[in-house]
């Protein structure tokens, strides 16, 4: 065999193999796989080209499966996903700048509902399978209550500026009012019995994420303000802080300051507890891990790394961290362990932002 000739075979099968990585971006069809866990993520796409996206990654097997909403409903979801949720057996995708929310058969992913009257739609929470709580960043910032069945809107709360991530604390609400297009540092504690005002806590500028720690206490990342001049340069900033906080009585019982140039945007738990970790967010650099029993914030990131979002995996304790180098191209999952090892890299769609697993 001619040497050149030779050499050219060995180049395409080289390359051949490299680029069979565990995906399966090119399938028309979608078949679901019954009886192993899934992550649903949400790629939010660009704004005002309407290219979000739904992925699916199996954490047994390492495969992953991009445009499934699209490939079996056979049109994409709308104009920027910005979360999923899975309450009961329906997927929810909350798609902000089409102001609706898409709900899935979460075993199928056929869409059975299209629920609109939202303005800038966020996050979703849920205290049962029939009722949800949408955060909504227009109407000057309210909690939309929705029939989870109907799609029927049943109330609206009032809330601070730019309501972000939520959390169900015994019969509380809680709203982290991250101050949206302008500033604010509080949370609104609604009564889930009477979807009254219960109170209002000061916690620290720009309150993104909440988490439930035990049965009295949650923790709360609050961002850090940061105010842009007109030609985008950033002429103000607050230090950012996580706080842990007795809704029930309003008690902050600690409060760990991070340096005034550090403004995280998700917080995650280890799943024994004994950890947090901050990161994540447009222009924040790593994930860093704090210790909850001797209250140290590491110094060195756990993950060196620029990600977007990411998720921690409430079994095995994995880290998700989503990538979105741009929001012209596909974006990447990385699976990390707990102590930060990088166990798989799959691409994405378009600026991932969100995983919620599906046991």
């Keep these: 065999m001619n040497k050149n000739l030779f050499l050219l075979i060995v180049t395409v099968i080289l390359t051949l193999f490299s680029s069979c990585k565990k995906e399966s971006d090119n399938q028309d069809s979608i078949q679901i796989v019954e009886g192993e866990r899934i992550a649903f993520i949400s790629n939010e796409g660009a704004f005002g080209f309407g290219n979000s996206s739904l992925s699916i990654y199996y954490p047994d097997s390492g495969v992953i499966e991009n445009q499934v909403f699209e490939k079996i409903n056979n049109r994409k979801p709308g104009d920027v996903m910005q979360s999923v949720n899975l309450i009961g057996n329906s997927l929810f995708l909350i798609i902000n700048a089409s102001n609706k929310i898409e709900k899935l058969d979460a075993k199928t992913l056929e869409q059975s509902l299209t629920i609109g009257n939202f303005s800038l739609p966020r996050y979703m929470v849920a205290n049962s399978e029939n009722r949800g709580f949408i955060s909504c960043w227009g109407e000057t910032g309210v909690i939309k209550v929705l029939d989870l069945n109907s799609g ?7 809330t601070g500026n730019g309501p972000e991530k939520m959390l169900i604390h015994k019969d509380k609400l809680i709203v982290c009012n991250s101050g949206g297009f302008a500033n604010d540092s509080t949370l609104s504690i609604f009564d889930l019995n009477t979807l009254e005002l219960d109170t209002l806590i000061v916690v620290g500028d720009q309150p993104m994420d909440i988490l439930e720690f035990d049965q009295n206490s949650v923790w709360v990342l609050c961002r850090g303000k940061m105010v842009y001049g007109s030609g985008g340069q950033l002429i103000e900033e607050t230090a950012g802080s996580i706080v842990r906080i007795e809704p029930q009585t309003g008690n902050i019982t600690e409060k760990v300051m991070l340096q005034s140039n550090q403004h995280p945007a998700h917080l995650e738990i280890s799943p024994d507890k004994a950890s947090l970790y901050l990161g994540g967010g447009y222009g924040f650099h790593g994930v860093y891990k704090y210790q909850i029993a001797t209250q140290q914030l590491d110094a060195i990131p756990l993950i060196d790394k620029s990600l977007y979002g990411f ?3 409430s079994k095995t304790g994995n880290i998700y961290g989503l990538e979105a180098p741009t929001f012209t191209q596909a974006g990447w999952l990385n699976v990390y ?7 798989n890299r799959v691409k994405t769609g378009i600026g991932p932002n969100m995983v919620c697993f599906k046991d």
């Excluded at 029927?152 to 009032?158: A, K």
């Excluded at 362990?337 to 166990?343: A, E, K, N």
Aim: proline share 12%; net charge negative.
């Design 152 to 158: 029927s809107i049943i109330s609206t709360l009032p």
């Design 337 to 343: 362990s707990p102590t930060g090892f990088l166990m």
């Design 311 to 313: 998720n921690v995996d």
